[in-house]
């Protein structure tokens, strides 16, 4: 059985001292050797202070992007290496608000993920489709193009340092949530696609969170579907009692 994962994902918000008192209180709820993976990623410039603040649980620090090349040039970017280096063993990337608020496309998604692979983080890789697509039919051929176009080169050996992440862009911090339904279609869907391309033994053990207004009354409906396994949290990440509801709700599934 794939272990449930809930990831959650701070965006640019907390100040140092409100991120580390969040952290610390995700920390205590959730020691280390339980039965769900927990993540999360604060703002680059707190990565220090949250994995300080967090040593010794069970919450894994993440980071909210990389630049793909290992050093240079690159004004303002942070390379994979900078960010093991500061404790973060997890990266997501591929972000509907990457996507589609700073422009980045598949081919630098892709650039991305085969860095953090290579580094050695854990790769949360998310995919999803906006309203128009959702609503004109074409959301199962979104999640294939984005699929094929992030994860080209990428070899089987490697899933087992990456998760997916479907995040619908539409139910993204709208309060408006996939229904079960839905969302167990779309990560359906997904999980065909790595059958297809990477076959069953990959398929069947890669990770599908689900993304997208979870909160804790929506969490065990969600994360109950039989290919959701775990939810990757926005706004809800940001609360600890909600963030660690959701922790809870996983735990009772797993
Ligand atoms: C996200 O940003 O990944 C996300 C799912 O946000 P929210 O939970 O706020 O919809």
């Given at each position: ?5 809930v ?18 209180e ?18 680059f410039p707190?990565?220090?202070a949250i994995?300080?603040?967090i040593?010794?649980s ?5 980071a ?29 990337l ?5 996507r ?8 630098v ?11 050695g ?25 984005q ?6 080169g990428?070899?089987?050996g ?12 539409w ?13 167990e279609?779309?990560h ?5 696609w790595?059958?297809?391309?990477y076959?069953?033994e ?17 969490a065990?409906?969600l994360?109950g579907?039989?290919n ?11 609360k600890?009692d ?5 922790i809870q709700a ?5």
């Open positions: 059985m794939r272990r449930l994962f990831a959650g994902n701070w965006k640019m918000n907390t100040t140092k001292e409100s991120g580390v008192a969040l952290a610390k995700v920390a205590a709820a959730v020691p280390s050797g339980g039965s769900v993976d927990v993540m999360v990623a604060p703002p707190y990565s220090s994995h300080e603040a040593a010794g069970g919450v894994e620090l993440g909210q992007n990389l630049w793909y090349e290992p050093s240079g040039a690159f004004t303002g970017e942070v390379s994979a290496d900078m960010l093991k280096d500061v404790g973060c063993a997890q990266v997501i591929g972000h509907s608000e990457r589609h608020v700073l422009g980045e496309s598949d081919e998604i892709n650039k991305k993920n085969h860095r953090g692979l290579e580094a983080l854990h790769v949360v890789f998310c995919v999803g489709e906006q309203l128009d697509d959702r609503d004109g039919g074409r959301t199962d051929a979104v999640l294939s193009t699929l094929e176009g992030g994860l080209t990428v070899e089987g490697q899933f087992a340092n990456l998760t997916v992440a479907y995040e619908p862009v139910a993204i911090g709208t309060g408006r949530t996939a229904s079960p339904e839905q969302a279609a779309a359906a869907h997904i999980r065909g790595l059958r297809e391309h076959g069953a990959i398929a069947d053990s890669t990770r599908i969170l689900y993304g997208g207004s979870v909160k804790p009354d929506n065990a409906e994360i579907q039989d959701v396994d775990g939810a990757l949290v926005g706004g809800a990440s940001l600890a909600q963030f660690i509801a959701i996983a735990q009772g599934l797993s």
